[in-house]
């Protein structure tokens, strides 16, 4: 396919689903080569895109906004749907019906980061014929990244991070302390600039305490879920989004259809339900998470009892798996994958203190998704890293301003990348 910007030529490549059963069940994965319209036959170096998530597709190329033009002026990139989401074997209810709980949880094991980084490693043998590439991790991405940097570094030939460096040594808890921490600090600022929207909320949480209020697919609208609205805060324009939704709540007395609509889309997980199993991100061995969000938030008595209520983030609870019509099928296995302590380390600490392919890594002030403290503290065990920091931007700064992507190509160039 040919566009007036771009030639894309789609992929799809089977892989084993447990790598370490190379003879035994496989999926397939999907990617997009993407090469700027004239230069199909150039021999430009590679750039594999690790989008964020988990359970998320990679961003169309005519939406994938300005780091993709940036790329491609000197770039392939390959946009790869990392395996559980997208067209790359997605985990959803009715991919996981049939299944046990027990099933359905040993499934799901199979889709952290390592399985993602050998599935890549099958492209780039299929795909880009073993040349190496770099490496351009948004948010989940750059955990990706150094997923890929501990397995295989003979692979690439610099790594990109947005948002997106792993709290190495940190627990689930410690990650949710700092993030409610920032969320406090989210709140703070999104009310101090649309203070009505404070008697909004409160009003907006009594009446679904005491109405039966119905999403469009069936499910009771609570005041908890209402909170999840929150989600945004901690993107450009997600406060404006928020606020939106929140205005058009009341139709008279009664709430708004498509209030509705907007609290369904902005709050569920009907694309991407393997996001709601994300605490196994930061589970390691003997480190069961126990639903680390949930227990730690009750630390937080700013932000469980507050009146007005406050506004909660990304985060997932137990209670979601009872509430979301699309979660429920996934109840019982996200229990037993809280309380799962066989689980491999995803980062191997030694390699990655002597890497010596050349990583920058973007960190943005106030990211409400990777704790700003703990990249911090992450990045001086990774060798040949270097930080960029900013206040300008928001969590997917990047993905919106091709600028940014300039910036951290400079600096691995300046350290010998390509």
Do not use: C
Request: negative net charge; hydrophobic residues 40%.
């Amino acid at each position: 396919m040919t566009t007036d910007e771009f030639t894309l030529r789609e992929h799809r490549v089977p892989v084993p689903l447990d790598h370490s059963d190379p003879d035994g069940p496989t999926i397939e994965v999907f990617a997009q080569e993407v090469v700027a319209r004239g230069r199909e036959h150039d021999d430009l170096p590679w750039l594999l895109f690790l989008q964020g998530g988990p359970g998320a597709p990679s961003p169309p190329p005519a939406f994938a906004g300005g780091w993709l033009t940036t790329a491609l002026e000197d770039h392939r990139v390959l946009l790869f749907d990392q395996r559980g989401g997208g067209r790359s074997a997605p985990i959803t209810a009715s991919t996981m019906a049939g299944r046990t709980d027990q099933e359905i949880a040993a499934h799901v094991t199979r889709f952290r980061a390592d399985s993602i980084v050998r599935d890549a490693e099958v492209l780039r043998a299929r795909v880009a014929g073993g040349a190496k590439w770099t490496l351009l991790g948004q948010s989940y991405g750059g955990f990706l990244a150094l997923t890929y940097l501990s397995l295989a570094p003979e692979a690439l030939s610099a790594v990109l991070i947005s948002g997106g460096v792993p709290p190495l040594g940190a627990t689930a808890d410690e990650v949710y302390r700092h993030t409610y921490a920032e969320l406090l600090r989210k709140n703070s600022a999104y009310f101090a600039e649309h203070p009505d929207d404070a008697d909004l909320l409160k009003r907006l949480a009594a009446h679904l305490d005491t109405h039966d209020v119905r999403l469009p697919d069936g499910a009771r609208l609570t005041s908890r879920r209402l909170r999840l609205v929150g989600r945004n805060l901690g993107m450009s324009n997600g406060p404006d989004r928020v606020h939106a939704v929140l205005r058009q709540a009341w139709d008279g007395d009664r709430v708004s259809e498509g209030f509705l609509r907007a609290v369904a889309a902005e709050t569920g997980f009907t694309d991407a339900q393997l996001y709601a199993l994300q605490e196994f991100l930061y589970a390691g061995p003997d480190r069961p998470t126990r639903w680390a969000a949930h227990r730690v938030l009750a630390e937080f008595p700013e932000l469980t009892d507050a009146d007005p209520p406050l506004l909660i983030g990304e985060m997932i609870y137990p209670w979601m798996f009872e509430e979301f019509t699309e979660l429920r099928p996934f109840a019982g296995a996200a229990h037993l994958l809280a309380e799962e302590s066989d689980w491999p380390d995803l980062y191997d600490l030694d390699r990655l203190a002597a890497n010596d392919v050349p990583v920058a890594a973007l960190v943005y002030d106030g990211d409400l998704y990777t704790p700003v403290e703990l990249q911090l503290r992450a990045t001086p065990r990774i060798g040949a890293a270097r930080v960029v920091r900013t206040g300008e931007f928001h969590h997917n700064g990047m993905m919106r301003n091709g600028e940014l992507l300039t910036r951290l190509l400079e600096v691995v160039r300046g350290d010998g990348g390509p």
